[in-house]
């Protein structure tokens, strides 16, 4: 069975607060207050992974140690309660799937646990038995300490253990809750001169392997297997997202909703034929985090793009090298604006490179252009009579022959004149004036 992810109490991943419910909001807002680490009493147990522990898990939740933390939220006094919560990675799967989650756990005095399924689209606890059950280690009164608890051995020096399975699952996107309230008794004694508290934990989550292709509808909660089908199911204001996997087109696809079309870790699209990958027309249209390049240079660019308020945000575009000189390259350009046909577009955060330009920009066409990386093009953002604001774009380590070329017939004065200010914010760009 394959380990999917080990979770461990850490002061970067666990949320606290006054109640266990609070710190689950918290948790599932990724905002709140994060537990503090606490010096592990010297006669607290602990726990601890073999030395030659040779199990290993696609994630570790913290990535950087291993080792559990004792977690509180200082100071630390007699009869706190506390609320403690930790949230896995999301787990998304086409097919019919489960979890198993097997968890250690260490508290000083006594704690309560929980463990709950999350729909990791919209943030929603959806457990059904058998999970959902709150677990008990010892006495939750603070006074247990002069009643129950009073006598050796003391309940916090259990180690609790607990496995659970969710049985199987409808293909979706699910992440796994642990909660916690953790209480620290009174002094037995009023002669005892400290009264430590600490809660730590090791949860271990196995699993099929999330089998994700094709389109995943993370408004509706849909999945297809083509990229066309899945815009075709989409309605306005859908988010869908292309999972991981290499989707060759050989067509192009349309996108005509107002729709945001995301590309997932380890997606990408290869162009395998002459023609425009994508063409989206309409208005409030979103394309980020795309990373498209082609099998061979084709005369056309991979995202053509009209209507307005449109964004293109997060991609990496690149086409296959080419032999020097740049000017016999096949004409092949990240993003072109239709002609007429684009107002209030937004480019941010993308990379462009090994391409004839990175974007050309067409007359009647406006917007903004941010904080883009292009390199290793004959031409990086080519204006024709077009109108958009420039700023903090850079340039890369091999160097385009022009950063920006201004067509003539482009109006002077701005966003483009003084020349110098377009260069200085823009990270020293070339610029060709062909207006003069």
Known sequence: ???????????????????????????????GTLASSEIRHLVWPALQPYTNDNATFLNYNPAADQNPEYLWNPPVQSGQQYGFAVLSGAYLSTVETYFDIQTAVFCDNAHQMQVDLVNADTGVIISTAPLGVLLQDGSM????????DRFKP???????????????????????????????????????????????????????????????????????????????GASSGDD????????????????????TFEGAAGSMILLTAPVIPIVAVGSN????????????????E???????????????????????????WVVNRAVVPQANNMTNLLVQGNMFYSLRSGM?????????????VVYNTKGGFLVDSAVFVMNGNSWGNTANEVDIAIFAGTPVGPPYDP??????????????????
């Not at 009164?141 to 129950?148: E, G, M, R, V």
């Not at 869908?240 to 005509?256: E, H, K, V």
């Open 141 to 148: 009164d603070p006074l247990a300490s002069s009643t129950t």
């Open 285 to 300: 249209i979103t394309l980020k985090n795309l990373r498209m390049t082609s099998d061979a240079p084709y005369e056309n």
């Open 419 to 436: 020349i110098s200010q377009l260069k200085a914010n823009n990270n020293n760009a070339t610029v060709s004036d062909q207006r003069v």
């Open 240 to 259: 869908l997202l292309l999972l991981q996997g290499t989707y060759t087109r050989s067509t192009t696809l349309f996108i005509n909703k107002s729709i």
């Open 154 to 232: 003391y309940n916090w020096q259990n180690i609790r253990y607990y496995t659970i399975s969710t049985g199987n699952l409808p293909a979706g996107n699910y992440r796994i809750l642990i909660s916690f309230t953790a209480l620290n008794y009174n002094k037995s004694k009023p002669t005892i001169l400290n009264n430590p508290a600490g809660l730590s934990f090791v949860a271990d989550i196995m699993g099929p392997i999330p089998i994700a292709t094709g389109v995943y509808n993370r408004t509706q909660g849909t999945y297809y297997s083509t990229m066309d089908d899945a815009v075709a």
């Open 1 to 31: 069975m394959p380990l999917l992810e080990r979770i461990v109490s850490s002061s970067s991943n666990t949320y606290v607060a006054a109640t266990r419910e609070a710190a689950v909001a918290e948790v599932l807002a990724n905002a």
């Open 360 to 372: 050309y920009l067409n007359p009647g066409t406006n917007g903004n252009i941010i904080n883009n």
């Open 302 to 328: 991979f995202i053509q793009i009209g209507g307005s308020n449109n964004q293109v945000l997060n991609n990496t575009i690149y086409g296959p090298p080419q032999q020097l000189p740049m000017m016999n």
